[in-house]
């Protein structure tokens, strides 16, 4: 994004999860440029507020949307914000590093709830009020939706499950006139690594391997991310469902 502010989304109002760090940050104020008024739902209050500093377009809501009824809540506050719902943004995620010798039911139970079953949910909540807008789902999902991950076979698995339930989506819900798409970032700067719990060397090495194995030489920012979640939300993709569009600086290509 420029920084300029434009009417791509003039008055579509517009949720995006995990909008306290990283992508989700940035898709939220990317959005706020494009017209468009935000709920920016996560987690942490404080990094919520940080969001909105200086964006009376984003409202913050602090909300698990793994707990029960959740989903349905931030629909709901939305829609009583607005009086309508426009786009939907799944970008809440985690990114676990789980060999298959330490899964267990647990570990692997916590991150298919936030992965797969929070986007489905707040999906389903959402449909009604998509419908009558004939708007929009990005769902943000990783190139490991389809490349393998050794040592975290469960995240890349979760991420082609909602890569496949936006195939799905989208062919089920193209009579209402509900386009569904996904995003698939390659590595991007973000907090994930940290937050997966992994010591300062081991993230740093894997960030550089990372950046060695991207033909374009480096790893991704949130905001070229954002800017991808913005137009297949916007008026002028409208032919646009279906698809997953890759943006990893040519990981995919090696």
């Given at each position: 994004?420029?920084?300029?502010?434009?009417?791509?989304?003039q008055d579509?109002a517009?949720i995006?999860?995990?909008?306290?760090s990283?992508?989700?940050?940035a898709?939220?104020?990317?959005?706020?440029r494009?017209?468009?008024r935000?709920?920016?739902v996560?987690?942490?209050v404080?990094a919520?507020?940080?969001?909105?500093?200086?964006?009376p377009?984003?409202?913050?809501?602090a909300?698990?949307?793994?707990?029960?009824?959740?989903?349905?809540?931030?629909?709901d506050?939305?829609?009583?914000?607005?009086?309508?719902?426009?786009?939907l943004?799944?970008?809440a995620g985690?990114?676990?590093a789980?060999?298959?010798?330490?899964a267990?039911?647990?570990?692997?139970g916590?991150?298919?709830?936030?992965?797969?079953t929070?986007p489905?949910?707040?999906?389903h909540?959402a449909l009604p009020?998509?419908?009558a807008a004939?708007?929009?789902?990005?769902?943000?999902s990783?190139t490991?939706?389809?490349?393998p991950l050794?040592?975290?076979?469960?995240?890349?698995?979760?991420?082609a499950?909602?890569?496949?339930?936006?195939?799905?989506w989208?062919?089920?819900?193209a009579?209402d006139g509900?386009?569904?798409n996904?995003?698939?970032p390659?590595?991007t700067e973000s907090e994930?690594?940290?937050?997966?719990?992994?010591?300062?060397?081991?993230?740093?090495q894997?960030k550089?391997?990372e950046?060695?194995?991207i033909?374009?030489?480096?790893r991704?920012?949130?905001?070229?991310?954002?800017?991808w979640?913005?137009r297949l939300?916007a008026?002028?993709?409208?032919?646009?469902?279906g698809?997953?569009l890759?943006?990893d600086g040519?990981?995919?290509?090696t």
């Open positions: 994004m420029t920084g300029r502010p434009d009417d791509r989304l579509h517009v995006v999860t995990g909008a306290g990283g992508i989700g940050r898709a939220a104020l990317a959005f706020a494009a017209g468009a935000v709920l920016g996560g987690r942490r404080d919520l507020r940080r969001t909105a500093a200086g964006h377009a984003i409202t913050v809501l909300a698990d949307i793994t707990a029960e009824g959740a989903p349905q809540t931030v629909i506050t939305a829609v009583g914000l607005w009086g309508r719902l426009d786009v943004v799944n970008n985690a990114t676990a789980m060999p298959l010798a330490d267990d039911a647990g570990r692997i916590r991150l298919l709830a936030l992965n797969v929070a489905s949910l707040l999906a909540a009020h998509l419908r004939k708007g929009a789902i990005v769902n943000v990783s490991y939706g389809h490349r050794p040592g975290a076979a469960h995240y890349a698995a979760s991420k499950a909602l890569e496949q339930l936006t195939r799905s989208a062919l089920e819900l009579a509900v386009r569904v996904a995003l698939a390659g590595p994930a690594l940290a937050a997966a719990g992994l010591p300062d060397a081991v993230v740093e894997i550089r391997d950046a060695a194995r033909p374009l030489g480096r991704g920012t949130p905001e070229e991310v954002a800017e979640i913005v939300s008026p002028a993709a409208t032919w646009i469902t698809q997953v890759t943006v040519g990981l995919e290509l």
